[in-house]
């Protein structure tokens, strides 16, 4: 399958499976090596993350935690505007060392969020493990220790990836189409 269709919108196969699973061994054994005796927790951000955390912590092999969370928005008052929480950590992170699994970092707002969030629970450390990052539309500082793959600003589905809730089941990931984009 080296192209899908997504409500009339045409992907081509960018990353192929066998290169995301190559490489997801590689930072897997990374952090094997930068965390041995840290007991790190991984959690995990729902709903992208799902399909590559799953192959990231089968390939960890010293003793670690897995939890999961999902940032959701909530319209506040009037002068907190728009606002976001964790919800669903039902771990104590206080002193762990946590490395946050995400699917990718855009503009990465996301992150710089849920960076602040988490840090409030008072961890030992916090790392960054993500499947994709799209470096030229970064809009705020971050400091992404375990990276897979830096990819162009083109919106890509596939690998736990959704383009309006589909496409999340690929296998590949897949990068929209020139002509597909109106
Ligand atoms: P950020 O706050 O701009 O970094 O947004 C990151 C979130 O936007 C990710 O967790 C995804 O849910 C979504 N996102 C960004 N780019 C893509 C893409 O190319 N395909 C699918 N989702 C994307
Ligand atoms: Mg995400």
């Known amino acids: 399958m080296n192209t899908v269709e997504v409500y009339n919108k045409k992907f081509e196969i960018s990353i192929p499976e066998s290169a995301i699973l190559e490489r ?10 930068d965390l041995e005796g840290k007991n790190p927790i991984f959690i995990i951000v729902l709903n992208g993350a799902f399909i590559y955390a799953a192959d990231l912590v089968r390939n960890i092999t010293i003793p670690c935690e897995v939890a999961f969370v999902k940032m959701s928005s909530y319209t506040g008052t009037v002068s907190t505007g728009h606002v976001k929480e964790l919800v669903g950590l039902n771990i104590d992170i206080e002193n762990r060392t946590v490395v946050i699994v995400e699917d990718i970092v855009d503009s990465g707002l996301t992150m710089k969020e849920m960076l602040e969030l988490l840090g409030k629970k008072h961890p030992a450390a916090i790392h960054i493990s993500t499947l994709l ?4 539309n970064l809009k705020v500082e971050l400091d992404i220790k375990y990276n897979c793959f830096s990819i162009p600003n083109d919106f890509i ?3 736990g990836l959704d383009y309006d809730g589909y496409g999340r089941n690929l296998r590949n990931i897949y990068t929209i189409k020139v002509d597909s984009i109106n």
């Open 24 to 33: 997801v061994r590689a930072i897997a054994d990374q952090i094997n090596k």
């Open 133 to 136: 990052v799209k470096p030229n």
């Open 157 to 159: 589905i596939g690998y």
